[in-house]
Antibody, heavy 119, light 106 residues
Framework: EVRLVESGGGLIQPGGSLRLSCAAS????????MNWVRQAPGKGLDWVSV???????LYADSVKGRFTISRDNSKNTLYLQMNSLRAEDTAVYYC?????????????WGQGTLVTVSS | IQLTQSPSSLSASVGDRVTITCRAS??????LAWYQQKPGKAPKLLIY???TLQSGVSSRFSGSGSGTDFTLTISSLQPEDFATYYC?????????FGGGTKVGIQ
């Protein structure tokens, strides 16, 4: 069974750092596109970052230079290191797998972890 | 790629047929997914590849379209369908989402 479980969220002061984890089971994170997506309270969905199977990474402009996506293949876990956090980074953060199939892409999301940036 | 969803909200009754549209600013072939989200919950995948029903999802949900124009249809609205619906394009990075359609009770 495919499963994604995020952890690491919490309350953090502006300027602080936090590392989110996404433990995967039922598939290998190294063989899929793995994303982070966030949703600010009462707002829509915003893509944050992706790590491709080959290891290349991309970031939304809003987090570039502050966030780093990575994975540990031995632990089958995806990470998001978040530095220089701002109030506008407050959101539920979801990890999402993308599985390529002949007819397209099948996404699969975890349940999310809440990050609150506040003094 | 910008995704424009319409309407942003609607009110409907149980049993109604509901249609939500998603327009992409450039062609995305069939690389589109639809999600349902209820308050406090993660988005739930309904449709992928524009028209493929996710396993376990009710057949009253259907998706259509390709290129730039897409539609999510609920054939007969049920009480559990009152929620917010989002489209997402999976053709290019950055991945983008529609602004959402909140389906409320009339």
């Amino acid at each position: 069974e495919v499963r994604l479980v995020e952890s690491g969220g919490g309350l953090i002061q502006p300027g602080g750092s936090l590392r989110l984890s996404c433990a995967a089971s039922g598939f290998n994170v190294s063989s899929n596109y793995m994303n982070w997506v966030r949703q600010a309270p009462g707002k829509g969905l915003d893509w944050v970052s992706v790590i491709f199977s080959g290891g290349t990474t991309l970031y939304a402009d809003s987090v570039k230079g502050r966030f780093t996506i990575s994975r540990d293949n031995s632990k089958n876990t995806l990470y998001l290191q978040m530095n220089s956090l701002r109030a506008e980074d407050t959101a539920v953060y979801y990890c999402a797998r993308e599985k390529a199939i002949i007819s397209g892409v099948v996404p699969f999301w975890g349940q999310g972890t809440l990050v609150t940036v506040s003094s | 790629i910008q995704l424009t969803q319409s309407p942003s909200s609607l009110s409907a009754s149980v049993g109604d047929r509901v249609t939500i549209t998603c327009r992409a600013s450039q062609g995305i072939s069939s690389y589109l997914a639809w999600y349902q989200q209820k308050p406090g919950k993660a988005p739930k995948l309904l449709i992928y590849a524009a028209s493929t029903l996710q396993s376990g999802v009710s057949s009253r949900f259907s998706g259509s379209g390709s290129g730039t124009d897409f539609t999510l249809t609920i054939s007969s609205l049920q009480p559990e369908d009152f929620a917010t619906y989002y489209c997402q394009q999976l053709n290019n990075f950055p991945r983008t989402f529609g602004g959402g359609t909140k389906v409320g009770i009339q």
